[in-house]
């Protein structure tokens, strides 16, 4: 169970008479600047770490829990909500300060212990946000929660009956967290060695390859468990609240296959050069303060946000994690950017990606969004940036590469993913996912570029995010549309895009029909990415 259920009462209701959810966007702009300026914000500096006091977890929940289950009085119910939501924010946020702390330095004992620490317990924390909500199923005033001003019509429909959160299931979510460390711990003792040298296979990759097959067999079984036909099925609904199947991703992944890999096998290298042109990370920030200014309304508003209070850690350090991220700390109700920068042009993409993440947040007071809805936000200002900055036509081949290398590459690992959670368990070895990845490889064009078949061992997400790479290629091809509109009608892609930054949608097929964008699988879809990109690429 994660953050998004939990926004629906704490945030929504909020959002609803502060913020609003479409509509007049200067509006909504205005709301939310008297929302924020009436917070006592504070720089990240500032941000203190505490770790959680499962102790107190465990008692709020409890009481929190007896309340739903006992009082017939709705207000009573409602502070026993937002007490243990309190609690769960707190809990969010101390992990996700311990997570941005120990990724700035892998090499740092003491955040690696905290870190840990609440690694281990947020299967307990979701546990007890899904008790809480079985509780609620079934409260005395059920009825009055699932009114339309807090939790909807049919909301605890699901919360009926008994919780999949026993103890055969918590601890298999347990035992995955713990193999996830594990991986970050190869990681961080990879640091000392070239990433992808012989040595780093030698020493580390073979190590990985071990660890994903156990990951591989153990997240098998708890989709078995739970009674899903394939892991595939269980991550799509159960971490990612996706609208469409992974039957339909599979015939878009072929479709992907047909149209673009024969234009990836043949791309001109010469289109990354802009791309991994000199650039420090103050010229990235400049880049961002460029393409913020330009649009105006809600993006330059959090681009002062961000600014004013320094949510951000963006400078290069051989010790930090080598990936961006961003995320909502709720108990400040402050969006955060991470990233390791690489020195190159490509970081000013980079930062404006994340910042993307960082806007909708800001717009929605911590996104409900699920991923594939989240991802069009920041993938979609990259190719924004590209026309309301001036510095983005230097970019815009190398970006127009870099999104037919997202289609396809992201493809490929989407592919390798379900090819591998398909696979019998006596079949889940590390020879067997290394063949499959060798004939993804082939499949998808990657022996054009040096491709090695060990390398998926160096892809964070299949450790640590399965089967989230396809939200990747379907928000990319969401992101994509918007960018086409701009091109046919400057102002219409960004004016639907600043809208978009407050929908409370969380589904991506939902969300694509109610801004009026078409589905990736969509006839012929596929077709109109290809003739823009080879437009564009010429």
């Given at each position: ?28 702009l205005m709301r939310l600047e ?263 309304g809600v993006v330059e508003s ?121 696979l019998a368990p006596e079949q ?111």
């Amino acid at each position: 169970m994660k953050k998004k259920l939990l926004a629906l009462i704490a945030l929504v209701l909020a959002l609803l008479m502060l913020a609003g959810c479409g509509g007049d966007m200067d509006l909504n702009l205005m709301r939310l600047e008297m929302y924020y300026r009436g917070l006592d914000l504070v720089k990240y500096e500032d941000m203190k770490y505490t770790r959680p006091d499962m102790t107190e977890h465990d008692r709020v929940l409890l009481e929190s829990c007896e309340t739903a289950r006992t009082a017939k009085n709705l207000e009573e119910v409602v502070e026993a909500i937002y007490a243990y939501y309190d609690c769960y924010d707190v809990f969010y946020t101390s992990y996700s300060l311990a997570n941005i702390r120990y990724s700035a330095n892998l090499t740092d004992i003491y955040w690696e212990e905290e870190y840990n620490y609440c690694a281990s317990y947020t299967a307990t924390v979701d546990a007890g946000l899904d008790a809480l909500y079985h509780a609620l199923a079934d409260s005395p005033v059920r009825k009055e929660l699932e009114g339309e001003e807090y939790f909807g019509p049919g909301f605890f429909d699901a919360y009926d009956g008994e919780s999949i959160w026993d103890e055969t299931f918590t601890a298999m979510v347990e035992e995955e967290t713990a193999l996830v460390s594990r991986y970050y711990d190869l990681s961080s003792q990879a640091l000392e060695v070239p990433e992808g040298s012989r040595e780093f296979y030698d020493r580390y990759g073979d190590q990985m390859a071990q660890l994903y097959a156990e990951l591989v067999l153990l997240r098998q079984e708890m989709a078995a468990y739970l009674g899903y036909p394939g892991y595939s099925e269980f991550a799509y609904e159960f971490y990612y609240y996706r609208d469409y199947t992974p039957q339909q991703v599979v015939t878009y992944l072929d479709k992907i296959r047909q149209e673009l890999v024969p234009m990836y096998r043949t791309l001109d290298r010469s289109v990354w050069e802009a791309g991994y042109a000199a650039c420090d990370i103050a010229d990235a920030m400049d880049y961002l303060q460029g393409t913020a200014t330009a649009m105006g309304g809600v993006v330059e508003s959090a681009f002062g946000m961000l600014m004013d209070y320094e949510l951000y850690d963006i400078g290069y350090s051989e010790n930090k994690y080598n990936a961006s991220f961003e995320t909502f700390l709720s108990s400040y109700s402050e969006p955060f950017i991470f990233m390791n920068p690489q020195g190159a042009a490509m970081d000013k993409l980079t930062l404006v990606h994340e910042f993307g993440h960082f806007a909708n947040d800001y717009a929605c007071l911590g996104s409900v969004a699920g991923i594939d809805v989240a991802e069009i936000f920041s993938q979609a200002l990259e190719y924004l940036s590209l026309v309301y900055n001036p510095e983005g036509q230097t970019l815009t081949r190398y970006k127009m590469a870099d999104s037919l290398c997202v289609f396809v590459e992201q493809a490929a690992y989407a592919s390798f993913e379900h090819q591998v959670y398909a696979l019998a368990p006596e079949q889940v070895t590390p020879e067997t996912i290394r063949s499959i990845f060798a004939q993804v490889g082939e499949d998808f064009g990657f022996v054009e570029w040096g491709f090695d078949d060990r390398s998926y061992v160096r892809v964070p997400h299949f450790f640590t995010s399965p089967q989230y790479v396809i939200s990747y290629v379907v928000s990319n091809d969401a992101a994509f549309r918007i960018y086409q509109m701009e091109l046919a009608e400057p102002g219409a892609g960004l004016a639907l895009y600043q809208d978009s930054l407050y929908s409370m949608e969380s589904f991506f097929l939902a969300f694509l029909n109610s801004v009026g964008l078409e589905s990736p699988f969509a006839e012929g879809r596929v077709e109109t990415i290809r003739q823009t990109l080879e437009e564009m690429l010429k």
